[in-house]
């Protein structure tokens, strides 16, 4: 079975949408998307988007995994909004286009003169981090500052209620429309603003940049690799201050992917500390990383002499296979769950001759034969392993981490599976 996002594209008459751009959309994780696939759509309106290359296999005949699985498609027109539908089915989908509700303002700097080029994005609090990592909706100012962008249609969440048997009939509750801006140097901080009104100003303000590069074990540069950068600490909003905004611009991480050089670059950043880390991609789709992190980074753009900070290399290497076996703890039977859950696996490492502890991280599927396939790093001496369930109230029926020893993974030591067995506590 070819996997596949197969649907129709018409207006809100009927009428087949000829040539829309469809871009297929993969999520990664919790906030990393990535655009793995684009067409067009054909006389007829339809579309038909293919990608293998990356899905786990069990998409292909596991019904639940191919409800959940992490794909969504978006469409765009001239003269219509941005229509996106999540969880791409593999039978036809209808997506109807709405004409357009244009955002129009102008970004300025920090003394008020039109800031030209600029990049703005916007979208629905409901689509923030699709939107924000994959650049769609996206537009520059003009040579007076000027921008004018073509948004989703509001997701009115008060009609989806009335639906349900909750809230007012007649009521409308649209969700707001958040606003991101960013100068196309990086030179500026992102600025985020919720509750977007017909025309707004946009206030950029000086920051710091931050650059790196990931090479290998060897040195060598690597392209396309994912780079995730985390604030370790940021400054509380102010009380009057608009909270969701605040927390977008300081709290929120940001995601990046290495250029043709292995380099990464992050726009203007708030004074804070930062963490970075490379984000394990999974291209063969077999449900393990492709890669180990060697290293992370922490970023202090406070004591910052520069604009510009440069990172230390980023340093990535392969790592030896591992099955988790998740048993409960009383009965020693092989855990069993109802539907398949994304766990957090966290490796604690000491590689040999490093002075201090290295945290890697990585989000993988529990089948519902509790079996969890990962990688562990060949560099370790010994490693701790934390089972973490992302939702521990839904599924997991315990609310702690689960801690193992992996036995020391020798550097020359075959590809041969480790198999460990984690026992969990009924709680």
């Known amino acids: ?24 959309i993969r999520k990664y994780g919790p906030h990393y998307f990535r655009v793995v696939a684009t067409t067009t759509t054909r006389e007829d309106g339809s579309y038909e988007v293919e990608q293998i290359e990356g899905l786990l296999h069990e998409y292909a005949h596991d019904p639940f995994l191919r409800e959940i699985q992490p794909l969504s498609v ?25 004409p357009s509700e244009p955002l129009t303002g102008v970004v300025l700097d920090q003394r008020g003169r039109p800031v030209r080029g600029a990049n703005v994005r916007a979208g629905t609090a409901q689509h923030i981090d699709l939107l924000y990592r994959t650049g769609l909706v996206t537009t520059r100012t003009d040579e007076r500052g000027r921008y004018r962008l073509e948004l989703f249609p509001r997701y009115d969440r008060a009609a989806k209620d009335a639906r349900l048997g909750m809230g007012q009939p007649g009521s409308v509750h649209h969700e707001p429309y958040l606003l991101w801006a960013t100068a196309s140097d990086g030179s500026y901080q992102r600025q985020i603003i919720e509750r977007v009104p017909a025309d707004t100003a946009v206030r950029l303000q000086p920051g710091t940049q931050v650059k790196g590069r990931v090479v290998n074990a060897a040195g060598l540069a690597l392209p396309d690799v994912g780079v995730q950068l985390e604030p370790s600490s940021y400054p509380l909003a102010p009380p009057d201050s608009d909270q969701l905004a605040h927390h ?22 708030p004074a804070a500390e930062f963490n970075l880390y490379v984000v394990p991609s999974d291209e063969n789709g077999d449900g393990r990383p492709d890669f180990i992190p060697h290293n992370d980074a922490k970023v202090d753009c406070e004591e910052a002499q520069s604009p510009i900070v440069e990172v230390n290399d980023l ?11 998740l048993v409960e703890e009383a009965a020693g039977a092989p ?27 990585s989000q993988v599927w529990c089948n519902t034969h509790g079996q969890v396939d990962c990688q562990v790093p060949r560099e370790a001496g010994r490693v701790l392993v934390q089972m973490l369930s992302v939702q521990p109230e839904t599924v997991f029926r315990f609310r702690r981490s689960v801690q193992v020893e992996v036995p020391s993974v020798d550097e020359h030591a075959d590809d041969s599976t480790l198999e460990i067995v984690v026992p969990v506590p009924d709680r």
Not at 78 to 98: E, H, L, N, S, T
Not at 315 to 325: N, Y
Not at 335 to 361: D, H, W, Y
Request: proline content about 7%; some cysteine.
């Open 315 to 325: 340093v990535i290497g392969f790592g030896r296979p591992l099955r988790l076996q």
């Open 74 to 98: 978006v469409v765009h027109h001239p003269g219509y909004a941005w229509a996106i539908r999540d969880k791409v089915p593999a039978w036809p989908a209808c997506v109807v286009m709405q």
């Open 335 to 361: 855990l069993t769950l109802e539907r398949p859950q994304l766990v957090r696996v966290v490796f604690n490492a000491n590689p040999r001759g490093a002075s201090q502890g290295i945290m890697i991280q």
């Open 248 to 269: 977008l611009h300081y709290k929120a991480s940001d995601y990046t992917q290495t250029d043709a050089d292995g380099y990464y670059h992050f726009d203007a950043l």
């Open 1 to 24: 079975m070819r996997f596949a996002g197969i649907g129709i594209c018409m207006d809100p008459q009927g009428h087949p949408i000829v040539g829309a751009n469809v871009w297929l």
